[in-house]
């Protein structure tokens, strides 16, 4: 099954690409949990991945905090950075636990991430509070939606850890009134969040594709590509609603 699915996403890809901006997107259909064994390996391959983009974006943070131009700005992006470092914390204690050094789990899955940083590097301070808004959210969306099919304590888990981290909410209302005060800023940062949302579905099929075991388990009730394509969607919605907040619907 995991070829089949893993061999549709890029076709999934760009119908959520096309769907950016349209609202009434379908949330993923949950997986059946009773067939998921708590103890899977899967699990902790899945946290190791998670606890690796944590690492990424708390340096990431740090990275385009030096774009901030005040202090409460930098304030802001710090305290955002703690809360990723909080759920690094968390989810190190769980792989370790269960056997997984998390220097290793690091090392092993930080090029996806990195790479996605490198390719949504910002140039301005609005395209990093967009960066930092949507990129939280479309962070926590991923997640939750898989969280949906997972055995209840890893689902607390996953949905402690990928909550909107602290304070994301000041980007929201810095690019609300600089897009208000000039409205030139729209389209740009509106091409802005639709790139952020290619390449993080992009990099998405990467760790997927290269983790088979993770992609049966967090897709195991889907019997056909509707539920991945249905997954894609929901977040692609959820993104769609995030740049209406900012003002870029």
Not at 76 to 99: T, Y
Request: charged fraction near 20%.
């Amino acid at each position: 099954m995991v070829g089949r699915l893993v061999g549709g996403l890029v076709s999934i890809r760009g119908r959520a690409y096309d769907r950016l901006m349209t609202p009434g997107a379908p949330s993923s259909e949950p997986t059946s949990i009773s067939s998921i064994d708590p103890e899977d390996p899967a699990l902790t391959k899945l946290f190791a991945v998670l606890l690796a983009g944590e690492f990424a974006a708390f340096y990431r943070l740090i990275d385009e905090s030096s774009m901030a131009p005040d202090v409460p700005s930098r304030i802001a992006i710090a305290r955002m950075a703690a809360s990723e470092i909080a759920h690094f914390d968390l989810l190190a204690e769980r792989i370790g636990a269960h056997g997984v050094d998390p220097v290793e789990a690091v090392e092993r899955y930080r090029s996806v991430f990195d790479e996605y940083h490198r390719v949504t590097t910002p140039k301005t301070w609005y395209e990093a509070l967009v960066k930092a808004y949507v990129g939280d959210g479309l962070a926590a969306d991923f997640y939750n939606e898989l969280a949906h099919g997972l055995p209840a304590e890893a689902r607390a888990v996953v949905r402690e850890v990928m909550a909107e981290t602290a304070n994301s909410q000041f980007a929201c209302e810095q690019v609300r009134a600089a897009v208000q005060a000039d409205p030139s800023l729209a389209s740009p940062l509106t091409l802005w969040g639709r790139r952020l949302l290619g390449e993080a579905i992009t990099h998405a099929q990467w760790v997927l594709a290269a983790e088979e075991e993770v992609t049966d388990l967090l897709f195991a009730g889907a019997t056909s590509l509707q539920g991945v394509a249905n997954f894609f969607d929901s977040v692609a919605n959820k993104h769609a609603q995030r740049m209406a907040d900012l003002g870029l619907g």
